[in-house]
């Protein structure tokens, strides 16, 4: 079956912490490159990071420096570190397989996960 299930999200105080899994059936996982979306309410959908194949990363500006993405290849797995987290942040995050790169530029994959929410409140 193909598909990408998220898990990890909450509540969360400004300044904590919390790490997104995202587990991927091979068939998007393997060879691909994988990453994170989210959309806060009212704002259109955004690519918060993204990894390729073979490791290389992509940050939105807003959150470098505070979120790392990384990938287990053995494990069909794809997590985002996420720290230092404000409640600009707050928002359903995605999970997105098969992102293609084109000249240094990401674009949505094919495949989405069901989503999770992260809220980062006091």
């Known amino acids: 079956q193909v598909q990408l299930v998220e898990s990890g999200g909450g509540l969360v105080q400004p300044g904590g912490s919390l790490t997104l899994s995202c587990a991927a059936s091979g068939s998007i996982f393997s060879g691909s490159a994988m990453g994170w979306y989210r959309q806060a309410p009212g704002k259109q959908r955004e690519l918060v990071a993204a990894i390729t194949s073979g490791g290389r990363t992509n940050y939105a500006d807003s959150v470098k420096g505070r979120f790392a993405i990384s990938r287990d290849n053995a494990k069909n797995m794809v997590y985002l570190q996420m720290n230092s987290l404000n409640p600009e942040d707050t928002a359903v995050y995605y999970c997105?397989?098969?992102?293609?790169?084109?000249?240094?530029?990401?674009?949505?994959?094919?495949?989405w996960g069901q989503g999770t929410q992260v809220t980062v409140s006091s």
């Open positions: 997105n397989g098969k992102i293609r790169v084109t000249s240094g530029r990401y674009y949505e994959g094919a495949y």
